[in-house]
């Protein structure tokens, strides 16, 4: 059974940068079958898909976010990070790291982390 | 790129079925998968492809597209079911977009 895990500090000032970093246990991030993808969550809010990267460390980022976001991957200890620089208020929320399946054209997330509180305060 | 539009909320009594549906362009080229969440905690795959459930789900989830929209029905809804359902699809670029939620009651 894959297991996600998020973790990273819950809380970062404004202009900061945030880190946030997914173990991956019970399969091989090295799997090339998957796409290994952070997904955040406002308070009381929708889902907005952040980006995902492939275990060849081939990145595909959401548009609005892409001038500040940077994913990448280390097979060697089968995990994948999230950096996202110059933080406000609107960044704060639960962010979630998850798996990716691109099924002969459907693609699907089919095991997330519990998902983690990312408040950005001063 | 593309949005995703869904109702904000959705009632349906108890045993009853009810349908929520997904509406946006990239549902004309792509399949539909469909999120469960539950207060708290993570969203959970209920649907993906032309109609199919991963292991676990109750057969009563089932879900279709026609032209731009893609709809998931639950027949026979259940009190567990109660719940905020999200919709997701890719668009030509490789983007993804979640629909705006949907928040089901079940009365």
């Known amino acids: 059974q894959v297991q996600l895990q998020e973790s990273g500090p819950g809380l970062v000032k404004p202009s900061q940068t945030l880190s946030l970093t997914c173990t991956v246990s019970?399969?091989?991030?090295?799997?090339?079958?998957?796409?290994w993808s952070w997904i955040r969550q406002p308070p009381g809010k929708g889902l907005e898909w952040i980006g995902y990267?492939?275990?060849?460390?081939?990145?595909y980022y959401n548009p609005s976010l892409k001038s500040r976001v940077t994913i990448s991957v280390d097979t060697s200890k089968n995990q994948f990070s999230l950096k996202l620089s110059s933080v406000t208020a609107a960044d704060t929320a639960v962010y979630y790291c998850a798996r990716a399946h691109d099924d002969y054209g459907d693609f699907y997330f089919d095991y997330w982390g519990q998902g983690t509180l990312v408040t950005v305060s001063s | 790129s593309s949005e995703l539009t869904q109702d904000p909320a959705v009632s349906v009594a108890l045993g009853q079925t009810v349908r929520i549906t997904c509406q946006g362009d990239s549902l004309r080229s792509y399949y539909a998968s469909w999120y469960q969440q539950k207060p708290g905690q993570a969203p959970v795959l209920v649907i993906y492809?032309?109609?199919n459930r991963p292991s676990g789900i109750p057969d009563r989830f089932s879900g279709s597209s026609s032209g731009n929209t893609a709809s998931l029905t639950i027949t026979g809804a259940q009190a567990e079911d109660e719940a905020d359902y999200y919709c997701?699809?890719?668009?030509?670029?490789?983007?993804?977009?979640f629909g705006g939620g949907t928040k089901l009651t079940v009365l």
């Open positions: 990267i492939y275990y060849s460390g081939s990145t």
């Open positions: 997701n699809s890719r668009d030509s670029s490789g983007n993804h977009v």
């Open positions: 492809g032309k109609n």
């Open positions: 019970g399969g091989s991030i090295s799997s090339g079958d998957y796409y």
